[in-house]
């Protein structure tokens, strides 16, 4: 009987350490915490979030200083002080996933693997319609037991 047990909680603690190594999951999309059991590090992030603007769009950065890198990723776009993400992700990299978020679709992106990452670069769009202001956040994460939530980009101001 120890012998199925043991087994049994050996694939739980292995299968809870792989899924987050192959990006942020959904249950993540309210708070952006990963579930790494440790406190986040207090800002600010070693990491710079940028956006410059595209057509109809924005062009989204995400960057570590030189000589250092980070593994995971999660990045949103909401309106300052909520919670209300908005707009679309697209991208053109193997190393980024969408996750979709609140009913929304592609209003998320994360990492696919925990490899070494020193620049990922996204294009984001506002929903239709939408005016007023917006944030990038991202959580990112260095190591399983250091990482940052919610770092929040210069807002964006939209018009139609």
């Given amino acids: 009987m120890w012998i199925p047990v043991s087994v049994l909680s050996w694939a739980l603690v292995v299968g809870m350490a792989s899924a987050h190594s192959t990006g942020a999951p959904a249950i993540a999309c309210s708070d952006m915490t990963p579930l790494h059991g ?3 590090q207090p800002p600010p992030s070693p990491y710079s979030l940028t956006y410059s603007e595209i057509g109809t769009g924005y062009n989204v950065v995400l960057e570590a200083a030189g000589g250092d890198s980070f593994k995971g990723f999660f990045i949103q776009a909401r309106e300052p002080g909520t919670s ?5 992700f697209n991208f053109d990299s193997s190393d980024i996933q969408y996750v979709d978020c609140s009913g929304g679709t592609n209003n998320a992106v994360t990492h696919t693997s925990s490899s070494e990452k020193t620049k990922i670069e996204v294009t984001w769009e506002p929903s239709i319609g939408f005016t007023g202001e917006a944030v990038f956040t991202a959580s990112v994460v260095r190591a399983k037991t250091e990482f940052w939530v919610r770092q929040e980009s210069d807002v964006i101001i939209i018009q139609s």
Avoid at 84 to 88: H, R, T
């Fill in 38 to 40: 440790v406190d986040p």
């Fill in 84 to 88: 209300n993400l908005i707009g679309a």
